[in-house]
């Protein structure tokens, strides 16, 4: 009865830990395979800067073969543009009248997608332009006013970029005359890691989007 009893319990332990062993996980990353296409921008000298409400849509820098390139199992891949300010809180007091020039109607580009694992579309990914303007100007304002560490992957195509967080990181990097930050996130648990971790996507996963929208800027 007791040697029963002690093997039942040696029997229910070895579920319990299979079940709740971490382990490591399927969803591979996949490398960016950027389309041949250039993002026109116009060329600016002399401290210039591009009106917000001429931006280009950031949704024309990355696009879904693209994402499937570095998410080669990604469905139901959505993508909206949404609108965002460029005025500062010091042009605000200087002048708080609304100007068209401020915003752009499609300065952030948000995109989903299910990828496996997930019930639904729960893997987010956006990129967000911050600035157009002469580039000597973007190397200074991004080194005085943008904050954030040295990656270590390198800029991935782009001039320069730091990682603006060290758990749930976005990258913010300059290419050019475009100074542009990409952040997301996702549910599931990729190849190598035993639990969803954000450095995983801060570390794997961006670097690939940088080089995608890097190469649209000749």
Not at 62 to 78: H, L, N, S, T
Not at 89 to 107: P, Q, V
Not at 172 to 182: E, S
Not at 183 to 206: C, E, H, I, M
């Amino acid at each position: 009865m007791m040697l029963t009893l002690l093997m039942s319990n040696v029997v229910l332990l070895t579920l319990l830990v299979a079940t709740y062993m971490p382990s490591e996980g399927d969803v591979a990353i996949g490398k960016a395979a950027p389309r041949d296409a250039t993002v026109n921008l116009p060329e600016l000298k002399g401290g210039a800067i591009l009106a917000a409400n001429q931006w280009p849509d950031a949704c024309s820098f990355v696009d879904q073969e693209e994402i499937k390139a570095i998410f080669p199992g990604a469905k139901d891949i959505e993508q909206e543009s949404r609108p965002i300010s460029a005025l500062s809180i010091k042009d605000f007091a200087a002048d708080s009248s609304w100007k068209e020039s401020d915003r752009s109607k499609s300065g952030q580009c948000l995109y989903s997608m299910r990828l496996p694992g997930e019930t639904y579309a729960a893997t987010q990914f956006w990129f967000r332009i911050e600035a157009v303007a002469d580039p000597k100007l973007i190397v200074g304002y991004e080194d005085r006013l943008v904050s954030g560490s040295n990656t270590n992957q390198g800029a991935k195509g782009a001039d320069h970029c730091v990682i603006t967080g060290y758990y749930e990181g976005s990258w913010n990097c300059r290419k050019g005359p475009l100074l542009f930050t990409v952040g997301g996130q996702s549910s599931v648990t990729f190849k190598g890691a035993s639990a969803p971790a954000p450095f995983v996507w801060r570390d794997d996963v961006l670097p690939e989007f940088v080089r995608t929208i890097a190469a649209k800027i000749k």
